[in-house]
């Protein structure tokens, strides 16, 4: 794994916690497209990793499946989530600073 991809993997992260934070999105409307995009990864080894991404506790059951199959890179799962636990606490704080008028209007954007 080469610098460049462990600093995209990071921002993708990053950026996903911050709106997941920020107004409750992430995982598949911007982790899967940006793996895919940015990363090269095929459709389902995106799928794949952002289910292992947010793998507990709900997804377990998918993630061993995409996993069986040799879909789901473990190392990307790893830097991916750290840097999304990051992202979702500076966007919370965000969130929780801004007045309730202003988060509908930046949610209004986003959904």
Do not use: R, W
């Not at 606490?89 to 209007?105: N, P, T, V």
């Amino acid at each position: 794994m080469n610098t460049v991809t462990i600093i995209l993997l990071l921002l993708v992260g990053l950026a996903a916690g911050f709106l997941s934070g920020l107004i409750g999105i992430g995982g598949g409307i911007i982790i899967v497209p940006a793996l895919v995009i940015f990363l090269g990864f095929s459709q389902k080894l995106a799928q794949g990793t952002s289910l292992g991404i947010l793998l507990l506790p709900v997804g377990i059951l998918a993630v061993l499946q995409y996993y069986k199959q040799g879909y789901l890179n473990v190392n990307y799962v790893a830097i991916v989530s750290i840097a999304f636990v990051l992202g979702g606490f500076l966007g919370s704080k965000l969130a929780l600073s801004i007045s309730d008028e202003k988060m509908k209007k930046i949610n209004a954007h986003f959904c």
